[in-house]
């Protein structure tokens, strides 16, 4: 399976803003349904945010980053981006980008199910 990569996570402070990159070289994202998930120690991985495939893509957010979080494609650099805003001490986490590669329904899937292709992780830290 193609390999994905994770950049832009670090430490920042409460209220701070960060970004989240997925990259796939040599392979097109734009076909795939695409997900950002993360885990907290000590808890389940969780779904944050996923993005269709389709044209005008739709979008998908768990209540918890709901109106903080922002998903999206750059078709051009076929990535796909995390902007993370507000950020408090509870989206502390690895958070890992994810890809749907099977997935063949029209939608932006939540569910850790829908997806088969993983990113190493990177590591987001909230505090002050």
């Known amino acids: 399976q193609p390999h994905l990569e994770e950049f832009g996570g670090g430490l920042v402070q409460p209220g701070e803003s960060l970004r989240l990159t997925c990259a796939s070289p040599?392979?097109?994202?734009?076909?795939?349904?695409m997900g950002w998930f993360r885990q907290a120690t000590g808890k389940e991985r969780e779904g944050v945010a996923s993005?269709?495939?389709?044209?005008?893509?739709?979008?998908t957010y768990a209540d918890s980053v709901k109106g903080r979080f922002t998903i999206s494609r750059d078709y051009a650099a076929n990535t796909v981006s995390l902007q993370m805003s507000g950020l408090t001490p509870a989206d502390t986490a690895v958070y890992y980008c994810?890809?749907?590669?099977?997935?063949?329904?029209?939608?932006?899937?939540?569910?850790?199910?829908?997806?088969?292709?993983w990113g190493q992780g990177i590591q987001v830290t909230v505090s002050s």
């Open positions: 993005i269709s495939s389709e044209s005008g893509p739709t979008t």
């Open positions: 994810a890809a749907a590669w099977a997935y063949n329904k029209v939608g932006a899937p939540l569910g850790a199910d829908d997806y088969d292709g």
């Open positions: 040599g392979f097109s994202l734009r076909h795939y349904a």
